[in-house]
């Protein structure tokens, strides 16, 4: 890792990190869903991350993405530049939640990797379990365009405030599919189709 990422790191370590609250109708300062597609035990997940992170000039990038998947789960594909990041990510350290991330990708060129009012999809991971995924909880951390600088902070409500740095805030919640994958759909029919056979037989 070169110094000025270990610097970041470091920095990110003593970040701040917000709630997702604020006045009714705002966007909160970092959205995130997901496309679902594939079937019981084979689920992908296609994760979309938004910077609406309010901020001097609105200079500060989201640059570390970061998610609690269920057991067995595990990165499949990254988007250009935003590299896995093996390092678990802990919210108990940076004042928030307590939960520790351990799906991560970093972009490397900081401020700039995901700039304000931007989306960026294609942090797509693998879920083994039967029951389709309905609600991961995901971190974003946002700096500004070269790095730490205590000019470019975040000037969201200062009730999202619960941290003693501005200038690499941090953002939890729990993101949710977009979607009803096909395969999923069409079992559906299929049981509902079942159980109607069923019951005229019965009759």
């Known amino acids: 890792m070169t110094s000025i990422a270990a610097r970041a790191l470091a920095t990110s370590l003593a970040a701040a990190s917000f709630t997702l609250s604020g006045p009714a109708g705002a966007a909160p300062p970092v959205e995130v869903s997901y496309q679902l597609s594939g079937s019981p035990g084979q689920w ?13 000039n609105d200079e500060l990038g989201v640059y570390l993405f970061g998610l609690i998947l269920p057991g067995g789960s595990g990165a499949l594909s990254s988007p250009d530049n935003w590299p896995v990041f093996f390092s678990p ?13 351990t799906t991560n990708w970093l972009d490397y060129q900081y401020g700039i990797a995901l700039p304000f009012g931007q989306t960026l999809s294609g942090f797509r991971v693998s879920d083994g379990e039967q029951s389709a995924p309905n609600g991961i909880d995901w971190v974003a951390y ?16 200062s009730t999202d405030y619960i941290g003693p740095v501005a200038y690499n805030p941090g953002f939890e919640g729990t993101a949710f599919p977009t979607n009803v994958p096909e395969p999923g759909a069409a079992w559906l029919l299929g049981l509902g189709l079942g159980v109607a056979a069923i019951a005229r037989r019965r009759a």
């Open 44 to 56: 992908v997940l296609d994760f979309s991350l938004t910077n609406n992170v309010p901020s001097t």
């Open 89 to 101: 990510v802990s919210t108990d350290v940076l004042r928030g939640s307590g939960k520790t991330y």
């Open 142 to 157: 946002a700096i500004g365009p070269a790095g730490p600088d205590v000019n470019i902070v975040y000037t969201g409500p």
